[in-house]
């Protein structure tokens, strides 16, 4: 009886325990969750200002903006970007469906990602883009709502708009990484499941 006791006793607080942690992590995923949408709001504040800087300039001068004007440049690739607090974002992507607008920064790490989407390869410019977020409700995690036929729209640091339409919504492994990279969609958007299984891939072309 008496190991019966203590073997329910050590049930119950293992019980709780977990409880604690699961309640503790929630809570700590909710409010990185609104710390990630914070950051982007701030960052999307800055970045529509100097578009729309960039666009007037464009128009009175008629001519596209030297890479040293502003607080914009131009990357290799000649996509042009916009330093907001240190980091280069190359525009923003509005989802629509989804009531969502996020800015795009121009290169990925973790860092870069706990504040926005970042570009993972390719190009706007090339028709070849893949940009990957983190599932935060508030950046991809609702990626997998987003449905064929609506419209993904991405602005560049001069202003211009290039309007995609989604395609297909694929499931692939982490170490798919060329099928990721390399596929015959103008746009993908990418993150990860919340089991960090898989990453769930959206496939755009444009419109």
């Known amino acids: 009886m008496k190991k019966s006791k203590?073997?329910?006793?050590?049930l119950i607080i293992s019980g709780s325990v977990m409880i604690a942690a699961a309640v503790a992590l929630n809570t700590y995923n909710m409010w990185d969750s609104t710390?990630?949408?914070?950051?982007?709001d701030a960052a999307l504040d800055q970045i529509h200002q100097i578009q729309l800087q960039n666009r007037r300039s464009a128009q009175s001068q008629d001519h596209e903006l030297d890479p040293l004007d502003s607080q914009s440049e131009l990357l290799p690739t000649e996509?042009?970007?916009i330093t907001v607090d240190g980091y280069r974002y190359i525009?923003?992507?509005?989802?629509?469906?989804?009531?969502?607008?996020?800015p795009v920064m121009d290169d990925w790490d973790e860092e870069r990602m706990t504040i926005a989407p970042?570009?993972?390869s390719g190009s706007y410019l090339e028709n070849n883009m893949v940009v990957c977020g983190h599932?935060?409700?508030t950046h991809f995690g609702q990626l997998q709502n987003l449905q064929p036929g609506d419209e993904v729209i991405f602005t560049d640091a001069n202003a211009d708009s290039y309007t995609y339409?989604?395609?297909t919504t694929e499931t692939l492994s982490p170490t798919a990484i060329d099928e990721m990279k390399h596929s015959d969609y103008d746009l993908t958007l990418f993150t990860c499941t919340y089991s960090n299984q898989a990453r769930v891939a959206v496939r755009c072309n444009m419109k």
């Open 79 to 81: 996509m042009r970007v």
């Open 91 to 102: 525009g923003t992507l509005t989802f629509p469906a989804l009531e969502i607008e996020l």
């Open 6 to 10: 203590i073997l329910s006793s050590i």
């Open 35 to 40: 710390r990630a949408a914070r950051s982007a």
């Open 165 to 167: 339409i989604v395609e």
């Open 118 to 120: 970042c570009r993972y």
């Open 135 to 137: 599932n935060y409700n």
